[in-house]
């Protein structure tokens, strides 16, 4: 018995085909573009682009697209916390980047995700004291003249990278337009130093 037997092969002839009207997927391309365009519209900053309904449409694009933009894309203005360490009386980066440590083969070690998540937990604690940068031109200085100001904590992380003088620095990227002004493309806003206690 030959597999054609058990199985017949039916002919595809143009008389076999569904005929979807052009109308419907023009339909349902508009449908989907306004909606894409109301929740898109709802989650960006107020512009000069305002659609008819919008503020009530914001109510249902928060239960329908909860994460907004931010699932997708994260701004390029948002601060950014560098981790500092004090070593022989220097200020030091104190960040694992993925290319800093030889055993992050591909990614595996979780490291450097984790300081994130340490320097998170220090500047939740209550004890975190913030000096301003303005006055100062660059990172070290400011962390030179906040060492005065340094509050004694414990870090709380089972993997602590951040022991002894250490401190975090909130940077801010330098804008686009003003990049051939700075040769840094982020300048510090303020720092907070600690003597850290580690476990």
């Known amino acids: 018995m030959r597999l054609t037997d058990r199985f017949p092969l039916r002919s595809?002839?143009?008389?076999?085909?569904?005929?979807?009207?052009?109308?419907?997927?023009?339909?349902?391309?508009?449908t989907w573009?306004?909606?894409?365009?109301y929740v898109a519209q709802s989650f960006v900053p107020h512009n000069v682009?305002?659609?008819p309904g919008q503020s009530s449409a914001r109510k249902a694009a928060?239960?329908?697209?909860?994460q907004g933009w931010a699932f997708f894309t994260k701004s390029a203005k948002d601060a950014q916390y560098a981790p500092y360490r004090m070593t022989d009386g220097q200020w030091h980066s104190a960040a694992l980047t993925p290319h800093s440590r030889p055993s992050n083969v591909f990614g595996l070690d979780r490291a450097p995700r984790s300081q994130g998540i340490e320097t998170a937990l220090l500047l939740?604690?209550?004890?975190?004291?913030?000096?301003s940068c303005t006055d100062t031109t660059s990172v070290t200085q400011c962390l030179t003249h906040a060492a005065a100001r340094a509050v004694k904590t414990t870090n709380p992380s089972p993997a602590p990278t951040l022991c002894g003088r250490a401190a975090v620095a909130e940077m801010k990227p330098v804008p686009w337009a003003w990049r051939h002004l700075s040769?840094?493309?982020?300048?510090?806003?303020?720092?907070?130093?600690w003597d850290v206690k580690c476990p």
């Open 124 to 131: 939740h604690q209550k004890t975190v004291r913030w000096t």
């Open 62 to 66: 928060t239960v329908v697209a909860p």
């Open 49 to 51: 682009i305002s659609l």
């Open 33 to 37: 573009v306004v909606v894409c365009l």
């Open 183 to 193: 040769p840094e493309r982020h300048t510090p806003e303020r720092v907070a130093v």
């Open 12 to 30: 595809h002839s143009p008389g076999h085909s569904v005929a979807v009207p052009r109308v419907w997927v023009t339909a349902i391309v508009v």
